[in-house]
């Protein structure tokens, strides 16, 4: 009877994640998918911990007391920037999780029904090897991503000479390991499969460049989701396995939207990334060439006497803090008959979705919030693009220079506006270490500033 009940209360668990999956896909449903998660969390916890199996409370709530209490504090200081690489820590708590279950299975298998040690069934052994390796990969890959995302580790890409025959090597080397495990249960095969895929977490991360954050972020998502999906089948938790197929197959495909968004496969992604932080920026002429500078009261005069402006945010904004000034600044010009609406390429951003996160934190109103293939075509009947630190999602290199380690990325046609003011600290290139043509067209203006300081002084000049 019991048994029964867990199960029906599971499968509504599973739903909630369900409906919680499907109000996340969009910004004006987000809050009622945000809802409907923890509702999903808290009906799952409730479930389990009345299971008879459970066997020590004391254990369980001082983890949850402990843990929540973490987990509340980093959630309440964390700056909205620092996102991504929160996101990159807790996918890495979930592939360390996946490692102690399946050690914990291996060591006591008697105490999750699966047999007894070195005696343990051979379909929980295969389910168990898979989930410590996936676990495994995700922890250090994830690492690895939160330490490029926080500037400890360098954004540009470290390759080597021979890497991609070592990747494939270490990758025959780890299937190997994981039959012999499966046919002699050997405690060294185990360990040597858990060190094995610390190590290719580490060398298949590496490589990839601050360009491709966005795809690695939502990879590693999809890694940790079968990690999950590995620990329940190890423990025999329907709503684990149900869960962890969901986040799995949700980010595998948010990862195949990001690579379209780029035009680029997923194995040219991981199989080694462009791009990376440029340490200096270019000088203010090249040959010939030669920029437009301008002042917060040049910016404002043109834009208030636009009837069009398309607002294109970037990690500049993120990095300025700048979503709140820059709302305000919308607002005015809106309040004096100026049509405003905001531009998002699917991998602006260290994160998928990172702009919207950030300009629905400032209540920018969703409806003037348009993805690349809404509005592109507008920028032709614009009168000003506003682009605050977007660099490599509107360099039109992509189209014209076939050289170029962008080229055939969808970009932002913001040149065909007839004014592009374009707010950078400098004239650096963005993370794919790209220098951006558009700086010297004739009709871009740079802005040299703080994002968040110049939408400031723009407010004051529109006032």
């Known amino acids: ?59 369980i709530i001082a983890g949850i007391v402990i843990g929540g209490a973490i987990g509340s504090f980093i959630a309440w200081k964390i700056e909205m920037t620092a996102l991504p690489q929160l996101v990159a820590a807790f996918h890495s708590l979930v592939g360390l999780a996946a490692c102690f279950v399946a050690a914990a299975a291996y060591y006591r298998p008697e105490a999750y029904g699966i047999g007894e040690f070195l005696a343990i069934h051979t ?40 890497q991609h025959p070592l990747n494939a090597l270490l990758g025959v080397g780890l299937v190997g390991l994981m039959v012999w495990v499966v046919r002699d249960q050997t405690e060294i095969g185990f360990w040597a499969i858990l060190v094995l895929s610390l190590l290719i977490g580490v060398l298949i991360i590496l490589p990839i460049g601050g360009a491709d954050m966005p795809v690695v972020i939502s990879m590693l998502n999809s890694y940790s989701g079968w990690a999950a999906c590995g620990i329940g089948f190890t423990l025999g938790n329907s709503l684990l396995i149900v869960t962890g197929a969901l986040v799995g197959s949700s980010g595998a495909i948010l990862s195949y939207i990001m690579c379209k968004g780029m035009n680029r496969s997923f194995f040219s992604v991981i199989l080694g990334g462009f791009g990376g932080e440029s340490a200096g920026g270019a000088p203010r002429t090249q040959g010939d060439k030669s920029i437009k500078t301008g002042s917060a009261e040049d910016a404002a005069f043109i834009m208030e006497n636009a009837a069009s402006v398309i607002i294109v945010p970037g990690y500049g ?50 409806e003037q919030v348009l993805e690349l293939d809404e509005i592109n075509r507008d920028f032709n009947q614009t009168d000003v693009a506003f682009v605050i630190g977007a660099n490599d999602v509107t360099n039109p290199a992509a189209k014209t220079d076939p050289t170029s380690p962008i080229y055939g990325m969808p970009i932002l046609d913001v040149e065909n506006a007839r004014t592009v003011l374009f707010i950078k600290r400098s004239m650096a290139s963005g993370y794919a270490g790209v220098d951006n043509e558009l700086f010297f067209r004739d009709n871009t203006m740079m802005l040299f500033s703080d994002a968040k300081k110049m939408c400031e002084e723009v407010v004051k000049a529109l006032k």
């Not at 987000?30 to 004391?58: C, D, H, K, W």
């Not at 305000?328 to 951003?349: F, Q």
């Open 1 to 59: 009877m019991t048994e029964n009940i867990s199960s029906i209360l599971y499968l509504v668990s599973s739903v909630c994640f369900i409906m919680a999956l499907r109000g996340l896909s969009s910004p004006e449903t987000s809050r009622q998918g945000n809802v409907f998660g923890i509702a999903g969390m808290v009906v799952a916890i409730g479930t389990t911990l009345a299971l008879p199996s459970v066997l020590s409370y004391e254990v």
């Open 123 to 162: 379909s929980s052994l295969i389910e168990m090897a898979l989930g410590l390796a996936i676990g495994a990969v995700t922890f250090t890959g994830s690492i690895i991503a939160f330490g490029k995302l926080q500037g400890l580790i360098t954004g540009s890409p470290l390759v080597f000479k021979g």
């Open 317 to 366: 904004m993120a990095v300025a803090q700048a979503q709140h000034a820059l709302r305000e600044m919308c607002d005015i010009l809106k309040s004096r008959g100026v049509t405003v609406r905001y531009a998002i390429h699917p991998v602006a951003g260290r994160m998928p979705g990172h702009m919207n996160v950030l300009l629905a934190e400032a209540n920018v109103p969703y």
